[in-house]
DNA sequence: GTTATTATGTTATACTATAACATTTTTTAG
DNA sequence: CTAAAAAATGTTATAGTATAACATAATAAC
C-alpha cells in the first residue's frame, strides 16, 4: 500500500503545507525542548519555500539576500544539523542537497523520487518497502538504524513537456 | 525473496570474488569493446581488495604507493568514472566512497547495507524492494531511471563485539 | 546578578570533484 | 607501414562541499 506521499511535483500541494510545517516544527521544538531560532526558522522556511532541493550553498545565498549581511558556511551547516537531527529536513545524498521532509513524524522510513529534468522531489512512504527491508535485513542479523532512498527518474510533467 | 546477496561483510567471500570480478571485467570490456588499461585494471583491484568502501583520495594515496609515482585527483575520478559506466563499481552516495559491485549483470537494483562499526558493505540485491518501488513509480507515473538504496546500521559481527 | 549553557560569529582549512588544455598511446584507414 | 583520428592519461588550476577551532553574544538556571 502506498500509504503516504507528497506530490512535491505539484506546486500547489507544497504551499498549502508551508504553514502546516512550520507549526509542526514550532511545535516538535516545544516538546523536544529545542530552540526554534530565527535563524533556525529562516533556514527551514527557505527550504519549505523551494520546491527543488537546495545545495548548502544556495541556501547560503539566499540567507545572505534574505538578511541582508554575509553569511559564512557553518552558520547555514548548523541549522542544517539542527533540522535534521529533529528529522525537519533530509539531505539528499546524491545531490548534496537539503529538503524537508513530508512526514516529519512518521516512523516509517521515507523515500524520494527526484526528477533529472525539474529536479522537483516527491517524498514516499511505503510500508511494503520498509517492511521487506526490514525483513532482508532480519535474515542477515543486520541491525538497521537509518536508511536512504534515492529513486531518479523523470516525472509524469516532464515527461509530458518532452512529448509536445 | 532475497534472491542474491553479497556478504562482503564476511572476508573470505570476497576473497574468493575478486579473480572473479576481474575475469568479468576483462570479458564485458571486451564485449563493449572497451579499453580495459592497466590504470583502470590497477584502480579496479584496490577497490576489490578492499571490504570497505573507498573515497577517491584513498584510491588515490594507494595507487600512487602501489605505482611508487604521484596520481592527480583526475586520474583517480577518470577511471572511476569508467568503471561506474560499466557497472562495475558503485558510489556510496552518503559516504562519498566506492565500491565494487557484486552483481554486475544483474538487471536488478541492488542496495547496500552499510555497517556504521566496521564500515563494511554488503550488497543485495532483492526483487521485492525492486517490484515495489516499481509499482509505486508507476502509480505516480514516475519513470524511474536509477536508484540509490542504502541503508546504515551494525552488522551481525559488530553487534556481536559489543556484547562482549 | 552571576554562572553555565546554548547559539551564533569568524577565520581558517580540509575534503571532494571537475574544467581545461597538453601529451602520450592506441586504433583506424589508406 | 604510416599518417590521421580517436582514446587515454598527464598536468595545472580551480570550483564546490563541509568542518575544526576559537571568539562572542544571547538565553537559561541557580
Same mark, same amino acid.
Given at each position: 500500500?502506498?500509504?503516504? &506521499?507528497?506530490?512535491?511535483?505539484?506546486?500547489?500541494?507544497?504551499?498549502?503545507?508551508?504553514?502546516?510545517?512550520?507549526?509542526?516544527? /514550532?511545535?516538535?521544538?516545544? @516538546?523536544? $525542548?529545542? $530552540?526554534?531560532? @530565527?535563524?533556525?526558522?529562516?533556514?527551514?522556511?527557505?527550504?519549505? /519555500?523551494?520546491?527543488?532541493?537546495?545545495? @548548502? &550553498?544556495?541556501?547560503?545565498?539566499?540567507?545572505?539576500?534574505?538578511?541582508?549581511?554575509?553569511?559564512?558556511?557553518?552558520?547555514? &551547516? #548548523?541549522?542544517?544539523? =539542527?533540522?535534521?537531527?529533529?528529522?525537519?529536513?533530509?539531505? !539528499?545524498?546524491?545531490?548534496? @542537497?537539503?529538503?524537508?521532509?513530508?512526514?516529519?513524524?512518521?516512523?516509517?522510513? $521515507? =523515500? =524520494?523520487?527526484?526528477?533529472? /529534468?525539474?529536479?522537483?522531489?516527491?517524498?514516499?512512504?511505503?510500508? /511494503?518497502?520498509?517492511?521487506?527491508?526490514?525483513?532482508? %535485513?532480519? #535474515?542477515?542479523? =543486520? %541491525?538497521?538504524? #537509518?536508511?536512504?532512498?534515492? !529513486?531518479?527518474?523523470?516525472?509524469?510533467?516532464?515527461?509530458?513537456?518532452?512529448?509536445?
Amino acid at each position: 500500500m502506498l500509504t503516504n &506521499y507528497s506530490l512535491v511535483f505539484q506546486e500547489s500541494n507544497r504551499q498549502k503545507s508551508i504553514v502546516a510545517a512550520i507549526k509542526h516544527a /514550532e511545535s516538535l521544538c516545544m @516538546a523536544e $525542548n529545542q $530552540n526554534f531560532t @530565527a535563524l533556525r526558522r529562516l533556514v527551514f522556511e527557505i527550504i519549505w /519555500e523551494n520546491s527543488v532541493p537546495l545545495g @548548502a &550553498y544556495e541556501l547560503k545565498s539566499i540567507l545572505s539576500r534574505k538578511t541582508n549581511k554575509s553569511v559564512d558556511p557553518p552558520t547555514v &551547516y #548548523r541549522a542544517i544539523e =539542527f533540522l535534521m537531527r529533529l528529522g525537519l529536513v533530509t539531505k !539528499i545524498s546524491a545531490l548534496n @542537497a537539503f529538503i524537508g521532509c513530508p512526514f516529519p513524524s512518521s516512523t516509517r522510513s $521515507n =523515500f =524520494f523520487m527526484i526528477c533529472n /529534468e525539474c529536479k522537483r522531489v516527491a517524498e514516499v512512504s511505503s510500508s /511494503e518497502v520498509d517492511n521487506e527491508i526490514k525483513s532482508i %535485513a532480519g #535474515r542477515l542479523s =543486520f %541491525a538497521s538504524e #537509518r536508511q536512504q532512498i534515492e !529513486i531518479f527518474g523523470t516525472c509524469v510533467s516532464c515527461k509530458t513537456d518532452k512529448l509536445i
